[in-house]
């Protein structure tokens, strides 16, 4: 029966229906189809922060190792957020920060970065000269709608990562490429796929060495602030590119008032940006919604397309115009609001999770505060935008599972680099987004990504397995056979 035994292991190694899944291979990973594994870490704690916090008690800003390093650049950090009273609605960390404090305007936050060597800092509201307004979470007060008001000095965080090898490879990955918040701060990075992305991670290095920190832009949310309280970068994408703007005369990342600790201070005003697109994620379950000046309050609060585990699942949230000149790009949502101010304009869409459902924020849509902002002064005034209708997609990504996915439907293994685009500043006129009103609850879209997959590739892969199954069977029949005749001779 060695013989047999020899044949049948030869035979499943080179037919590709057996996989060993190896973690730190990333390559046999993304060949195997897998969709995402469990993330590479989990902070074994959650920490305590606490906004306006005296120094001594550190809460306002701390400092950790993340366990199970990646030995390179996470590919994906994500810190959840829970206020101290016990609910169980996650809020997400940010990679941005739009206020200093210099305003009695409140303004909330859990922001963070990262580096290469496995270090990430995490940093809430502290007043440095000017108003104790910052707190840890807020979901703008009376000039929000949303189901409840949120308004936390102290919560619990705690991160997760992600390596290359816990991702498929993405189908796009740009090279490190400059901005500037004085002289370059349009770009536009096309991916060329043709189809709109499944998720779009975009990283700013705080420099150009693998040394430096790395902070995760954010889509959605933006401010008409002047000055140095004009700060983080705002991204968008569709099936062909990915939109950059940063603040005119701002800074593109800045701790240096307002947030952390002294030994915080950030200010970052030139850096590189990084774009990973991924166009094909199977296990996706998504769903769409409408939210224009229309929606009722109560409909904020909208059921996920499947159960989440907050542990391991990935979910995904991005809002996407209904008319202007960013029509159909997606933005990403933001984890707490930093411009409740009504006296500027600012625009955005805050939420939060838990395990069946996902509640939205947004600002009273009343002709100066909108669902997405992008005015003059971010961008050199390319592509503004002032939208008060948006189809707000939920995606959900199940970690762990094997995809059903051909491989003329992967994500490619390679990374390509695709034109940058750099546009002179500009001043085109601003287009106020429609108002035109559709019901949330008739204009729910159901998405699920795992049922997609070609028909004729399914039937091909069964009636192959079925065929190789069958010759296996005629194989072992056949050597037993010959070994049993050998045995009476």
Request: net charge positive.
């Amino acid at each position: 029966m060695n013989k047999a035994r020899h044949v049948i292991w030869l035979l499943l190694l080179t037919s590709g229906y057996f996989t060993v899944f190896v973690r730190g291979n990333c390559s046999v990973t993304s060949k195997a189809g897998n969709c995402t594994t469990n993330p590479k870490a989990v902070s074994g704690t959650w920490f305590s922060v606490k906004a306006q916090s005296t120094i001594q008690d550190n809460d306002v800003s701390f400092i950790a190792e993340m366990e199970e390093s990646c030995n390179e650049l996470p590919l994906k950090v994500d810190v959840q957020v829970k206020a101290h009273t016990g609910s169980d609605f996650i809020f997400p960390g940010s990679g941005i920060t739009q206020r200093t404090d210099d305003s009695d305007s409140p303004y909330g936050g859990v922001v963070y970065k990262y580096k290469a060597d496995s270090s990430i800092r995490i940093m809430v509201p502290k007043r440095e000269n000017g108003k104790s307004s910052g707190i840890t979470l807020f979901s703008g007060g009376s000039s929000w709608d949303g189901v409840i008001q949120v308004n936390e000095t102290a919560a619990d965080v705690r991160y997760r990562v992600w390596c290359r090898c816990n991702f498929p490879t993405p189908a796009f990955e740009s090279s490190w490429t400059n901005i500037d918040a004085r002289n370059n701060n349009f770009l536009e990075i096309n991916h060329g796929l043709g189809i709109m992305p499944d998720m779009v991670i975009v990283q700013l290095r705080h420099g150009s060495t693998d040394r430096d920190w790395v902070s995760d832009v954010m889509g959605s949310m933006s401010t008409s602030r002047t000055g140095k309280e004009k700060s983080g970068l705002i991204y968008a994408y569709n099936s062909r590119t990915v939109r950059i703007w940063a603040p005119e005369n701002g800074n593109l990342f800045n701790l240096a008032d307002g947030w952390g600790l002294p030994r915080d201070v950030d200010t970052v005003i030139s850096g590189q940006l990084k774009v990973y697109v991924w166009s094909y994620l199977m296990n996706t379950k998504s769903k769409s919604v409408t939210i224009d000046r229309r929606t009722s309050i109560p409909n904020l609060q909208v059921p996920l397309p499947v159960p989440l585990n907050i542990d391991h699942d990935i979910l995904y949230f991005t809002i996407s115009p209904t008319n202007g000149e960013n029509r159909g790009f997606a933005f990403p949502g933001v984890g707490s609001v930093q411009n409740a101010d009504t006296n500027t304009q600012y625009g955005g869409v805050m939420y939060s999770y838990s395990s069946d459902k996902i509640r939205l924020w947004h600002p009273k849509l009343d002709g100066r505060h909108f669902l997405v902002y992008v005015s003059n002064d971010w961008g050199g005034g390319h592509h503004t935008q002032s939208a008060e209708s948006v189809t707000a997609r939920i995606s959900v990504w199940k970690a762990g599972q094997i995809c059903l996915i051909p491989p003329s439907h992967r994500t490619t293994p390679k990374t390509t680099t695709f034109p940058v685009t750099t546009l002179k500043p500009s001043h085109p006129s601003m287009s106020l987004g429609n108002a035109s009103a559709r019901d949330l609850n008739k204009k729910e879209l159901w998405y699920d990504r795992s049922v997609t997959v070609p028909v004729l590739w399914l039937v091909v892969g069964g009636g192959g397995l079925l065929l190789l199954i069958f010759l296996l069977a005629i194989i072992i029949y056949c050597i037993c056979k010959e070994n049993s005749s050998n045995e009476f001779r």
